[in-house]
T-cell receptor
Framework: KAGVTQTPRYLIKTRGQQVTLSCSPISGHRSVSWYQQTPGQGLQFLFEYFSETQRNKGNFPGRFSGRQFSNSRSEMNVSTLELGDSALYLC???????????FGPGTRLTVT | AQSVTQLGSHVSVSEGALVLLRCNYSSSVPPYLFWYVQYPNQGLQLLLKYTTGATLVKGINGFEAEFKKSETSFHLTKPSAHMSDAAEYFCAVSVTNSGYSTLTFGKGTMLLVSP
């Protein structure tokens, strides 16, 4: 079974631009969560989607948004990029009846 | 709210030595606990988990962890370190809210293994 895939793997953007990251969960997994990983703050929860609905959201500004499609694929968007948004963005998927989350390889975003 | 504390941002061991990575959690409800490993430029890989039942759980690559409720701890151990164990390890707690759960991670511990 294929794992969680994330595209693109690396991205370089300029301050003020916006970016969209994509995540395809493991087949059969309907819950998708997003995390931001930085050296200073560590791993922080962004949001979680299930059946195209955002069920939970972390403490991030409104510039960070996401959505989930009917096939469970998810995207997250960051508008008006700031230097501090440079991070590894990780997507994780899980089955509805499990607390285990399986992570993708991440998208490394660099904002210059 | 739940939280996780990992003691020691870096732990150094010699190959063949015991590995002990410490994790303490805070949770107002019975937690589910996890250990993940992250190799450079990769995502997180689940090593093991505790949900209910046996408090000593075994994971992949020879790792195991013991849930001690009285000490609110979930320390990760491996009897004999291998060079390939060098990576960053994260302890996480999951608490269910209204049928869904969110992972809260510790800051991570970098394991260094010397020959």
């Amino acid at each position: 079974k294929a794992g969680v895939t994330q595209t693109p793997r690396y991205l370089i953007k300029t301050r003020g631009q916006q970016v969209t990251l994509s995540c395809s969960p493991i087949s059969g997994h309907r819950s998708v969560s997003w995390y931001q990983q930085t050296p200073g703050q560590g791993l922080q929860f962004l949001f979680e989607y299930f059946s195209e609905t955002q069920r939970n959201k972390g403490n991030f500004p409104g510039r960070f948004s996401g959505r989930q499609f009917s096939n469970s694929r998810s995207e997250m968007n960051v508008s008006t990029l700031e230097l501090g948004d440079s991070a590894l963005y990780l997507c994780a998927s899980s089955r509805i009846d499990s607390y285990e989350q399986y992570f993708g390889p991440g998208t490394r975003l660099t904002v210059t | 709210a739940q939280s996780v504390t990992q003691l020691g941002s870096h732990v150094s061991v010699s190959e063949g030595a015991l590995v002990l990575l410490r994790c303490n959690y805070s949770s107002s409800v019975p937690p589910y606990l996890f250990w993940y490993v992250q190799y450079p430029n990769q995502g997180l890989q689940l090593l093991l988990k505790y949900t209910t039942g046996a408090t000593l759980v075994k994971g992949i690559n020879g790792f195991e962890a013991e849930f001690k409720k009285s000490e609110t701890s979930f320390h990760l151990t491996k009897p004999s370190a291998h060079m390939s164990d060098a990576a960053e390890y994260f302890c996480a707690v999951s608490v269910t809210n209204s049928g869904y759960s969110t992972l809260t991670f510790g800051k991570g511990t970098m394991l260094l293994v010397s020959p």
